[in-house]
């Protein structure tokens, strides 16, 4: 489909890690509860820190990896549901913490598939003329939007950032194979995070700034899930003209352990090939499956020439599959 190789990938999760138990002290609920319906044991809870600063600390980690300088970007993608503010972009705050003077900057708005939807742009405009390097971020910071008193979401979630630098390397047999995004907008309203309020007079007689707490309705985003996101990571395979017993690893969104242990057997896969972190990260929405594979990589099952599945899932509702040779 076109080169895309991945030069590096690194994270940052801010330092504060949080356990099931440690939940337990302020909300009615157990490490066992948590344990057994997610897999989830801990989760790194930013403090002081916006999805900014995450995002900003996970890009200078790649660039000191890759060695390369802030000003040889030509592109940043920020993949977030949780951006400092509507406007200026998170993307934009970064490019100029960074200093990368000559890249242009923009997020993407697809919850937990944005990492995918930003991989897939930003491969389109990898054209090596005007786009020759860019960095795709997933960064979030959902603990300023969770209502800490809903046992249902707050136990759930993460906070962390991780991403790719890009580049077209002839050289490297790395590729972005295939790829299958879909958007279910029927269902917006079963995930979703701060609304606010149009105006009711004009001119207006007070500013109203309505803030609601993030919301998800796990049940029904559960079976969405297991019913759409096989058929979506289908798709994928087959626009990359691989078979799915091609594939070496399946990098999962970490929402749910029950959801990838199903997720394997509707693909008859072994689970081996579904790697999973969630017990650390609990889910980072658009920063998890890029976190997963900075930590396949720090434990070397991440190799290059591998066919790996990229996939995420979740507010939109929304989907993503990419298929990438490493
Ligand atoms: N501790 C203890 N009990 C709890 C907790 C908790 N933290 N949360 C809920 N319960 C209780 C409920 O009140 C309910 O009790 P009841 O039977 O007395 O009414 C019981 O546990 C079962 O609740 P369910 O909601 O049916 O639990 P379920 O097995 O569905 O698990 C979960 C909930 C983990 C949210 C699951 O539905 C899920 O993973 N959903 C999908 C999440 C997902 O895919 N997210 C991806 C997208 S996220 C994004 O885009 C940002």
Same mark, same amino acid.
């Given at each position: 489909?076109?080169?895309?190789?991945?030069?590096?990938?690194?994270?940052?999760?801010?330092?504060?890690?949080?356990?099931?138990?440690?939940?337990?002290?302020?909300?009615?609920?157990?490490?066992?509860?948590?344990?057994?319906?997610?897999?989830?044991?801990?989760?790194?809870?930013?403090?002081?820190?916006?999805?900014?600063?995450?995002?900003?600390?996970?890009?200078?980690?790649?660039?000191?990896?890759?060695?390369?300088?802030? $000003? #040889?970007? !030509?592109? *940043?993608?920020?993949?977030?549901?949780? +951006?400092?503010? &509507?406007? %200026?972009? @998170?993307?934009?705050?970064?490019?100029?913490?960074?200093?990368?003077?000559?890249?242009?900057?923009?997020?993407?708005?697809?919850?937990?598939?944005?990492?995918?939807?930003?991989?897939?742009?930003?491969?389109?405009?990898?054209?090596?003329?005007?786009?020759?390097?860019?960095?795709?971020?997933?960064?979030?910071?959902?603990?300023?939007?969770?209502?800490?008193?809903?046992?249902?979401?707050?136990?759930?979630?993460?906070?962390?950032?991780?991403?790719?630098?890009?580049?077209?390397?002839?050289?490297?047999?790395?590729?972005?194979?295939?790829?299958?995004?879909?958007?279910?907008? $029927? #269902?917006? !309203?079963? *995930?979703?995070?701060?609304?606010?309020? +149009?105006?009711? &007079?004009? %001119?207006? @007689?007070?500013?109203?700034?309505?803030?609601?707490?993030?919301?998800?309705?796990?049940?029904?985003?559960?079976?969405?899930?297991?019913?759409?996101?096989?058929?979506?990571?289908?798709?994928?395979?087959?626009?990359?003209?691989?078979?799915?017993?091609?594939?070496?690893?399946?990098?999962?969104?970490?929402?749910?352990?029950?959801?990838?242990?199903?997720?394997?057997?509707?693909?008859?896969?072994?689970?081996?090939?579904?790697?999973?972190?969630?017990?650390?990260?609990?889910?980072?929405?658009?920063?998890?499956?890029?976190?997963?594979?900075?930590?396949?990589?720090?434990?070397?099952?991440?190799?290059?020439?591998?066919?790996?599945?990229?996939?995420?899932?979740?507010?939109?509702?929304?989907?993503?599959?990419?298929?990438?040779?490493?």
């Amino acid at each position: 489909m076109n080169h895309l190789t991945i030069k590096a990938l690194a994270s940052y999760v801010p330092e504060k890690r949080v356990s099931n138990d440690d939940l337990a002290e302020f909300i009615d609920t157990s490490d066992e509860w948590i344990s057994q319906r997610t897999g989830i044991k801990f989760r790194h809870i930013s403090l002081l820190e916006n999805t900014s600063d995450l995002c900003v600390k996970a890009a200078q980690n790649l660039l000191q990896k890759a060695t390369w300088q802030a $000003e #040889d970007l !030509d592109l *940043i993608i920020v993949a977030t549901m949780t +951006p400092d503010s &509507t406007t %200026p972009s @998170t993307a934009a705050i970064v490019q100029g913490k960074i200093g990368a003077s000559n890249a242009f900057a923009f997020d993407i708005s697809v919850a937990c598939s944005g990492f995918e939807y930003a991989l897939v742009t930003a491969s389109r405009l990898l054209d090596g003329r005007h786009v020759k390097k860019a960095m795709v971020l997933g960064g979030e910071n959902i603990s300023k939007t969770l209502d800490w008193h809903d046992r249902t979401t707050c136990v759930l979630f993460g906070d962390g950032a991780a991403g790719a630098l890009i580049e077209q390397d002839e050289t490297m047999s790395s590729e972005l194979l295939g790829y299958s995004l879909k958007t279910f907008g $029927e #269902d917006f !309203d079963k *995930i979703s995070n701060q609304k606010t309020k +149009p105006l009711t &007079t004009f %001119p207006p @007689t007070s500013f109203e700034q309505v803030v609601t707490p993030f919301y998800m309705e796990g049940r029904a985003v559960y079976n969405f899930t297991t019913r759409i996101v096989p058929e979506v990571m289908r798709a994928a395979v087959q626009d990359s003209n691989l078979t799915l017993d091609q594939i070496d690893l399946f990098v999962l969104h970490q929402a749910n352990a029950r959801i990838i242990k199903t997720m394997a057997k509707k693909m008859h896969q072994p689970l081996e090939k579904f790697p999973m972190n969630i017990s650390e990260y609990g889910n980072t929405s658009g920063a998890s499956v890029p976190l997963l594979l900075c930590d396949l990589e720090k434990i070397g099952r991440l190799q290059r020439g591998q066919n790996i599945m990229l996939c995420g899932f979740g507010g939109g509702l929304s989907a993503g599959a990419c298929v990438i040779r490493y």
